[in-house]
């Protein structure tokens, strides 16, 4: 390997990332679609260097030029995947529309505290080259091109499909999947060149989902239950794993290690983590290693609450699973030193639906001797509950966001749209496991110059945990 004056992005591997430095400044989309106010997206840079007087706050906005985007997810132009070509720089923040089906490219090479709009692909170059819309989770590709995946067509139907940007000129160049078989439903994906693979999950119909959650569209078939697994050679769709109906798998994370052929997947509905692996014969197959049961509860849409696991993180030495259940209201840390059979060894409540006091009535429950109290932090009774999660590179500290969609935080936790969101800091015990809450850190997004905001996916200027992939 070049000694790193000569390498490209990101480190040569995931324990060198580990030894990477502290995270100074943090960025995340914020939204203000289905808040009532009238008021664009924008991309928040956050200062969380504790040494710094401005800890905890937002230090730059980025207004986006248009209203109602629905920013959501974001990635970058080039990661650790091409560490290996020093002709290639992390300068371009790529943050897709979930709901308008932009894809905005935020240039952040100029001035990392103070990012800029670069480039506006509009949803008809998506429509018109790809014959898909919606556009969810990008990932930078060791070709230096940038691949997004879709949850839906043109029309609000349900399509996981992907789209093609050119990492120079960001234009699209089409579809990257091949073929006739595309999954009836699209949303995150991890890719894995040593074992010629892509993973691919599935959230739901976007027409469906844009704006709640109506139970009955899991009846009707609205909502997905399959790993979708693609050839990373050829691009085409080879098989499906059914993780059962209802299910909604989310977040994929493969282990880091790019030799693994394993990794998680977390169901929101289901409340279950699943491990997938390669079998013996060379196809892929998953076991349920997790499964957070359901409270049985009054007051609520239904009679049995889900935690609804939103997102999930591994951390960079494949040792610690982290995910959140966003209803129940915890964050749980899992020891994965035998992937098989992860142990629970931190659990942490920041609010959620179960809260005493509340609306709603615990009155059976497989876990919990009580009702949580209501999580309150310099003063300050934080409504919803944890959502987005980002590690630190070290694996120490665990930040956390409290919005999910917009158009389901207004239904789940109106309080979340009216007060505006936070984000958090979880100090982690790497040692033994264990989570606690630094009480001294909170950035309170209901304050903001504009009114109270959504804040949802949290990124650190130099790759992390959830954007970067070894080749």
Request: net charge negative; proline share 7%; aromatic share 10%.
């Amino acid at each position: 390997m070049a000694k790193c004056g000569a390498c490209g992005p990101g480190y040569a591997t995931p324990l060198d990332a580990m030894k990477g430095p502290r995270e100074e400044i943090v960025y995340l989309p914020c939204i203000y679609r289905n808040t009532g106010i009238e008021k664009p997206d924008y991309l928040a840079t956050v200062d969380v260097d504790p040494k710094s007087p401005h800890y905890c706050q937002v230090i730059h906005r980025l207004p986006m030029p248009n209203l109602k985007d629905e920013l959501h997810h974001s990635g970058w132009n080039a990661c650790s995947s091409c560490f290996g070509d020093a002709t290639k720089r992390r300068n371009h923040l790529i943050l897709p529309s979930l709901i308008s089906s932009r894809i905005y490219v935020v240039d952040v090479g100029t001035d990392l505290r103070a990012p800029r709009i670069h480039k506006i692909v509009e949803p008809v170059e998506l429509f018109w080259k790809g014959n898909v819309a919606n556009p969810h989770t990008s990932h930078c590709l060791g070709s230096g091109d940038i691949l997004i995946s879709c949850l839906g067509d043109p029309s609000g139907n349900g399509k996981g499909g992907f789209i093609l940007l050119d990492g120079e000129t960001f234009e699209v160049k089409g579809n990257w999947e091949n073929g006739e078989k595309v999954p009836p439903l699209g949303y995150d994906f991890w890719y894995q060149p040593r074992h010629n693979v892509l993973m691919s999950t599935e959230w739901g119909t976007p027409k469906a989902l844009a704006d709640g959650f109506n139970p009955a569209d899991v009846e009707r078939g609205h909502y997905g239950c399959r790993i979708n697994v693609w050839d990373w050679s050829t691009h085409t769709h080879i098989q499906a794993i059914d993780l059962g109906k209802g299910s909604i798998p989310l977040e994929i994370r493969f282990l880091h290690n790019p030799d693994a052929a394993e990794g998680f997947v977390g169901c929101a509905l289901s409340g279950a983590v699943h491990r997938f692996y390669k079998t013996e014969k060379g196809d892929w197959a998953a076991e349920k290693v997790i499964q957070v049961p359901s409270k049985k509860v009054q007051g609520w849409l239904l009679p049995d609450m889900p935690g609804l696991i939103t997102d999930i993180l591994i951390s960079l030495d494949d040792r610690f699973l982290y995910f959140s259940n966003w209803l129940h209201g915890d964050i749980r840390q899992y020891d994965i030193s035998n992937t098989r059979k992860p142990k629970l060894v931190g659990q942490v409540f920041l609010g959620g639906s179960i809260t005493k006091g509340g609306p709603v009535t615990v009155v059976e429950d497989k876990e919990l001797q009580c009702q949580p109290e209501p999580f309150v932090i310099k003063g300050k009774r934080v409504p919803g509950g944890p959502q987005m999660i980002q590690l630190s590179l070290d694996g120490k500290r665990l930040y956390v966001t409290s919005s999910l969609y917009s158009g389901w935080d207004k239904q789940f936790y109106p309080d979340l749209v009216k007060e505006g969101s936070v984000m958090l800091q979880i100090d982690v015990d790497t040692e033994r496991g264990g989570l606690k809450v630094n009480k001294n850190f909170l950035v309170d997004f209901g304050k903001e110059p504009d009114g109270p905001v959504l804040a949802h996916e949290i990124r650190y200027p130099g790759g992390d945990s959830t954007s970067d992939i070894w080749m």
